[in-house]
């Protein structure tokens, strides 16, 4: 009996839930602006990643090709981006839309630490930021993953076990 391997969708889908769980826990916990935590999220992305591309050659037997768990490390990624996309953009127009006075505060509060920023300066970037954040939100989301993501896939291809077998080779005797 064959045993069946997890899609990169199926991978995805479980963490970008765990991602989504971890956020609503920052979110509600009040500690947004906690920096820890969120590199904890970048954690559980590029961990995920790697269990995905090591559980797929795992799955495979090891008959695969670095290329082979790259790709499917890749897929993971892009589905994971997507879907954290389209969670982020509806997460801040319509589920959680203080979040972006929220973030406006933290950002205040990091500009006022700088004193060659202007009371002006501070108000046009925030206004600025305000109008653009969903934007730069779900792009810089895209961005990053994808990054993240590329290097998650190339560790978790070279970590994975591969003995690929062609289909010219001689069982050993």
Known sequence: MEQKVATPVQKGLIISLILIVFGLVIYFAGQMENKALSYI????????????CISFAKQMNGNVTFGNVFAHGFKTTAFIAAL????????????FPDIVDKSIEIARKQMQENKDLSEDQIAQALNMTREFFVPFAVGGLLLMFAIFGAIASLVGAAVAKKNPQTPFSQPQM
């Open 41 to 52: 999220q970048y954690i559980i992305f590029l961990g995920g990643i790697i269990w995905s």
């Open 84 to 95: 954290m996309a389209v969670y982020t953009f509806i997460s801040v127009k319509f589920i």
